[in-house]
């Protein structure tokens, strides 16, 4: 049965990289800076690879990047409200050094979407007004980040009895183990 259960959440993240309406689109990144205290943030799942690594763009002059190169391990969690489904995921984070690699994802991003990577003022920066934020017109602070799981844990809420579930990466092999719920 946990076999059944890894599959499907590794198909609903999949899916979830591919559609905007996806529960599992939006989730929350938990970081942690140079004191021990945790940052959380939304971020938008745009990848999963073949070896089940997720991908999320961000600015790399971002906070996240920051706690990343001092603590690379990361917390995810993800909510299905309707289906009352939560996965917890226990990370490596890397940056996507590879420049080919990086232009290639560039390449993918609507036009529109760019801009996001190109205000001339790291993000977090105090401003006076939202309205008048500078954008560079050429170059960028695009990064990918590639999210490597080393634990999910998948909680299911339904009558008569909750499953919950930890899977541990062994290698290139997941363990499962059943968990109270």
């Known amino acids: 049965m946990t076999q059944i259960i890894f599959s499907s959440l590794i198909r ?3 899916e979830a990289a591919k559609t905007p309406g ?3 689109r939006y ?3 938990a970081t942690t800076n140079e004191n021990g205290t ?5 971020v938008v799942l745009r990848e999963i690879d073949q070896l089940s ?3 999320v763009y961000t600015d790399k002059r971002s906070e996240k990047i920051t706690h990343i190169n001092k603590h690379a391990i990361v917390s995810l969690l993800f909510l299905d409200k309707e289906r009352l489904i939560q996965l917890s995921i226990e990370a490596k984070a890397t940056l996507i050094e590879d420049p080919e690699k990086t232009r ?3 390449g993918q991003i609507p036009e529109k979407s760019k801009k ?3 205000s001339k003022y790291t993000p977090g920066k105090e401003i006076k007004d939202p309205q008048n934020v500078e954008f560079l017109t050429q170059g960028n602070f695009f990064a990918a980040i590639r999210l490597i799981p080393q634990k999910i844990e998948y909680l299911r809420l339904k009558r008569p009895n909750h499953i919950r579930v930890l899977f541990s990466k062994e290698g290139n092999d997941w363990k499962s183990s059943y968990l109270v719920p």
């Open 53 to 55: 690594n997720l991908i």
């Open 38 to 42: 945790p940052r959380l943030r939304t």
């Open 116 to 118: 996001d990577y190109t």
């Open 104 to 106: 290639a994802i560039w």
């Open 12 to 14: 609903d993240l999949q």
């Open 27 to 29: 989730f929350t990144l």
């Open 22 to 24: 996806h529960p599992f």
